[in-house]
């Protein structure tokens, strides 16, 4: 079955934080360094983002997910939802988070990456990231398809996230 090889991922997710590297370190309960290798390379910290948001329905390590988001890093989305209406979302990553949450709590989620283009200038970056998504609500996929657009900074000997862009195509499509 097609949805089989599809085990990739999104709802159109799109990642950042809020949260200063110190209180990044007393709060983290997770296996993470803050040194690691994820947060070394732009195409480490992408492929981290994805990482951490697919898998089975339950909780993801948020901690981690946080770790890698400078602070006051917004998310924001201009969707079109079922209703052919315009679906608009901005929020730091506490919000994000808030949004998330429950959605991959209940429904196992993948998201995949499909192909990059990375812009780079000295010590800041674009990353456009196009995705492929499923999601099995009562064993019934959802496939999706869209695009992450992600702003990083290299601050401290590591690359932050201080912004995600990001959209779904239209059903159908």
């Not at 315009?86 to 192909?115: H, M, Q, S, W």
Request: proline share 2%; with cysteine; hydrophobic share 40%.
């Amino acid at each position: 079955m097609k949805n089989k090889n599809l085990i990739l991922a999104i709802f159109s997710l799109t990642l950042f934080f809020s949260f200063t590297v110190s209180a990044q370190k007393t709060e983290n309960k997770s296996s993470f360094s803050y040194d690691s290798f994820e947060v070394k390379s732009i195409n480490n910290i992408i492929s981290t983002v994805y990482e951490l948001i697919s898998g089975h329905a339950g909780d993801r390590d948020w901690v981690k997910f946080k770790a890698l988001f400078c602070s006051n890093a917004q998310f924001t989305s201009l969707k079109i939802n079922e209703k052919g209406k315009e679906v608009f979302f901005r929020g730091g990553i506490d919000d994000y988070i808030a949004y998330l949450k429950p959605i991959l709590k209940e429904y196992d989620y993948y998201e995949k990456e499909t192909g990059r283009s990375i812009q780079e200038s000295g010590n800041i970056a674009q990353v456009f990231s196009m995705f492929e998504s499923i999601m099995l609500e009562d064993n019934t996929p959802e496939n999706r398809k869209g695009a992450n657009c992600f702003q990083l900074i290299y601050k401290n000997n590591r690359w932050w996230i201080i912004n995600v862009l990001w959209n779904n195509e239209p059903r159908g499509m």
